[in-house]
């Protein structure tokens, strides 16, 4: 490998190589002057401790595709048990045909850009799409067809990223933008009650056509539930419980709040995720779910409202239906596009938790709004972040009336021959 | 954040060998542009003129032993990079009448200090380069609290030195209308805790609250248009023993230290030796080992044929890390400093000292990860921020967020600890040469 390295050194195809060199190897660079020893850290292993923080939120969404197909064609077990019902291979391999396929087009498409980027412009591959390759299978609803997410994946990859200059540079997550991609330019596909399980879709379109010999299958997500005023109907369907664990529908990876908090407390005890930027976002959430449920006490909206489903819904059930943990614990910490200064974090922090729980109660063709806060703030950030700096300058100027400066011997001198030359 | 270490040096001193060649370095003192005093081939004496700085005439740089210029090593465009002096049997001294501090003027303490040669071991503040001595600074910062991994202990280097360390500061006091601020470990018997005329302070805490910079930041933070000049304590050492005999005698005790080193002590020579003299003294483990002129994190890269620099009391023997390691980026690491914890244990082993190598442990990167630096970056500044401020060449941000409090060796840690592998030294540096050059 050492011998091919030097090969093509120098070549165009030397970021395509040295990527996968340095995939394998760490390589064999020395300091110069500077510091003599580095740390541990490199970028490659920050990443993959994300990474890791991941893996099981995608094994259970895995598992948890195949229970929801199941239940809802044959109906939610009885007496659930998460062995006999929820950890079967046939559950399993509805996730291997359905989630493993976005996972896999996900990384090819989105690597096969990045690598035509490093060999165009010159530079090493970056590290940053290891994450956002992750990130998006588990942000899309499962039915999401392959040439859709192809698509968005490579306008998120250009547009939100490497037309900035790549990782460390973007302003908006490009995991979100291809969120958001997918929801603007398909909308009707990405909304509404069909995509969350697998074959709704499938099948509602077979009926459509005059198929007599299939059931309507539908995975209405908690949130479309409230959003339609159907609080009862949800609240019988699913317990707090199965919204905590997840076994609930929605996007392939968002359900299970356990997982990613397991998976949020491991990225605050690594100490690669800002644990500001989650506590402030909890906060920021919980603060929003209150006002809302105040509203609903005081009797300012009637039960007509078509708001009243998701505003009397309990503060705190916010945080485990849809993809506002998700969003917290993977997405709004990305060190790129967040807030910079510590102070900002917390800022930064609290908007997006109160933001997401705003656009959820009050967007009306779509009760989700993590991702639409995550990506609004992602644009506020710099500025958050120029306030606060600005803050610090202010102090240094301030110390700067009683600055003590003293003249230059020289001073008086300079003055005596400018004098002799006018 | 402490770096610990292997091969921190045994606390006793031995004599090094006495070099043949002796070469002062110029890139020891950033950004000066020498005018040589005397031509190749000739004769000098210890503490002689060898050269002085073209913008300050009286500014001489001297030789550290008495013999023969027998190089003078030029590089691009005929810029001068090293002087070597070939050492005589016996050593003269130029001798200097003795100054009385008591009596004497600023001005007296200047021209004397600028004619024995002592002048370039002040240093000052914005820009972290030789004062000049035509300023009046509005304090002197003097650091006898060292917490750079494995460098010479100073309360150990300057045992005894009492007598050469008050007549330097009180020198110095008499330069500045403020005061004269000098820190002490806690716990440590400094001889400069016993000194007259200072503004004694005690510091403790990890890397980086021995640099100057931190306790310049904490104690009296510098403002655009003030100066502060700072002096390290070795080099008082040679100042006042200049003021009590009139000879300038470059004689230091440094600490050879590393992993690389098998038996890491102190030891006792002069300014410019060549290193193998005390190196291969203690003997080293390999061939391939990177020598630094300093300690592993502030330190010039050398090698054994080289030389001791200016201002340095701390030599570094570490392994060269030219080597490949298979998955080493997502392996769990034992081995390795880290201040995270993605897999990686060190946070486990406080007291554990580590056999760190040169090797980045990874690639350039561009700035990704926020949040780190703030923590080992005691300064009140936004460390990131200023960093991309000089990376953009932006003068109005370099000096609102602080560059002029700041010195390549602040940013160390940070460097160290950069998951982006940026070189955080050098970019300050440009940024400080930069700001020199456009505003002055």
Request: aromatic share 10%; charged share 20%.
């Amino acid at each position: 490998m050492h011998e091919l390295k030097m090969k093509y050194q120098g070549k165009k195809m030397a970021p395509a190589f040295n990527a996968i060199h340095t995939f394998l190897f760490v390589p064999n660079e020395t300091t110069h002057n500077g510091t003599h020893v580095k740390s541990a850290d490199d970028l490659k292993r920050t990443m993959n401790t994300v990474i890791m923080a991941l893996v099981p939120v995608l094994l259970f969404s895995m598992f948890n595709a195949g229970y929801q197909h199941f239940s809802a064609v044959n109906g939610f077990p009885g007496n659930f048990s998460v062995m006999e019902h929820f950890l079967t291979w046939d559950n399993f391999w509805i996730g291997i045909i359905k989630v493993l396929p976005l996972v896999a087009i996900s990384y090819g498409i989105g690597l096969l850009v990045e690598f035509i980027f490093a060999v165009i412009k010159g530079h090493e591959v970056e590290e940053g799409y290891l994450v956002t390759g992750m990130l998006v299978p588990l942000i899309v609803p499962i039915d999401t067809p392959l040439w859709m997410l192809a698509v968005a994946v490579v306008f998120g990859v250009v547009i939100g990223k490497e037309v900035f200059g790549g990782t460390g540079m973007n302003i908006l997550n490009p995991a979100l933008t291809i969120r958001a991609f997918l929801f603007f330019a398909y909308p009707t596909w990405m909304s509404g009650d069909k995509v969350w399980v697998y074959e709704a879709r499938e099948r509602s379109e077979q009926i459509l056509a005059g198929a007599t010999d299939v059931d309507a299958i539908s995975g209405e997500t908690i949130l479309g539930y409230l959003a339609q005023n159907k609080g009862a109907a949800m609240e019988a369907a699913y317990s707090n419980w199965d919204m905590f664990w997840g076994f609930i529908p929605g996007s392939v990876g968002e359900t299970s709040a356990f997982l990613i908090l397991l998976g949020g407390l491991f990225l605050v005890f690594s100490k690669i995720a800002s644990w500001r930027i989650m506590i402030s976002a909890v906060i920021g959430s919980l603060v929003m779910g209150l006002i809302f449920n105040q509203v609903v006490e005081m009797g300012w909206i009637g039960e007509t409202s078509k708001f009243y489903g998701l505003m009397s819904f309990d503060f705190w059930k916010h945080l485990i239906v849809g993809g506002l943990a998700f969003g917290i614990v993977y997405m709004a910490t990305d060190p790129v596009t967040g807030a910079q200064t510590n102070r900002g974090k917390w800022i930064y922090g609290f908007l997006i938790g109160f933001i997401s729980v705003m656009i959820r109660v009050f967007n009306p063709a779509y009760p989700e709004g993590v991702f639409l806060a995550i990506l609004l703030m992602n644009v506020f950030a710099p500025t958050i972040d120029h306030y606060v700096i600005r803050g610090n300058i202010k102090r240094r100027m301030k110390r700067l009336k009683n600055a003590t400066i003293l003249p230059k011997d020289t001073d008086g001198k300079a003055k005596e021959l400018q004098a002799e030359t006018v | 954040m402490n770096i610990n270490l292997v091969g921190e040096a045994e606390k006793t001193t031995s004599k090094a060998v006495l070099s043949n060649v002796y070469a002062i370095k110029l890139k020891d003192f950033h950004g000066l542009t020498p005018k040589m005093l005397v031509k190749q081939g000739a004769e000098v004496k210890a503490g002689e003129a060898l050269f002085y700085n073209k913008n300050v005439v009286d500014m001489l740089f001297v030789s550290p032993v008495s013999g023969e210029l027998i190089e003078i090593e030029r590089g691009a465009r005929r810029r001068i990079v090293t002087l070597k002096i070939l050492a005589d049997k016996e050593q003269q001294t130029l001798e200097h009448s003795k100054l009385n501090v008591e009596s004497a003027t600023s001005q007296d303490i200047k021209a004397h200090l600028l004619k024995g040669g002592c002048w370039p071991f002040i240093k000052q503040r914005p820009y972290d380069i030789i004062a000049d001595p035509d300023t009046n600074p509005k304090a002197i910062f003097v650091s006898g609290y060292v917490t750079a991994p494995l460098a010479a202990d100073l309360d150990y280097v300057l045992d005894g030195k009492e007598a050469e360390l008050q007549a330097a500061v009180s020198a110095l006091g008499k330069l500045t209308a403020g005061k004269v601020h000098v820190s002490v470990g806690k716990s440590g018997h400094s001889p400069l805790a016993g000194l007259n005329g200072i503004e004694l302070h005690n510091v403790s805490g990890p890397h980086p609250a021995g640099l100057v910079g931190t306790q310049i930041n904490k104690i009296d933070p510098i403002n655009k248009g003030e100066l502060v000049w700072t002096v390290t304590p070795q080099d008082l050492v040679i100042i006042g023993e200049y003021i009590l005999t009139g000879k300038f005698n470059a004689e230091r005790t440094i600490a050879l230290v590393g992993s690389s080193v098998k038996a890491p002590k102190y030891y006792k020579t002069k300014i410019g030796t060549e290193v193998s003299t005390f190196l291969y003294g203690s003997g080293v483990h390999s061939e391939n080992i990177r020598v630094i002129n300093g300690d592993v994190l502030t330190g010039v890269k050398s090698s054994p044929a080289g030389y001791l620099g200016y201002y340095n009391n701390t030599v570094t023997a570490i392994p060269e890390g030219d080597d490949y390691e298979f998955f080493g980026w997502n392996k769990p690491i034992f081995n390795k400093i880290s201040n995270t914890r993605a897999l990686t244990f060190s946070w486990m082993m406080p007291k554990k000292k580590f056999d760190l190598t040169t090797n980045t442990n990874g690639e350039h990167r561009a700035f990704v990860l926020t949040g780190q630096y703030e923590q080992v970056f005691p300064l009140d500044i936004y460390p990131m921020q200023l960093l991309k401020a000089c990376m953009v060449k932006d003068l109005d941000e370099m000096e609102q967020l602080g560059l002029y409090e700041v010195a390549p060796e602040d940013f160390s840690l940070t460097e160290f600890i950069c998951v982006s592998k940026q070189p955080h030294q050098q970019i300050i540096r440009e940024g400080l040469d930069l700001l020199q050059q456009e505003i002055g």
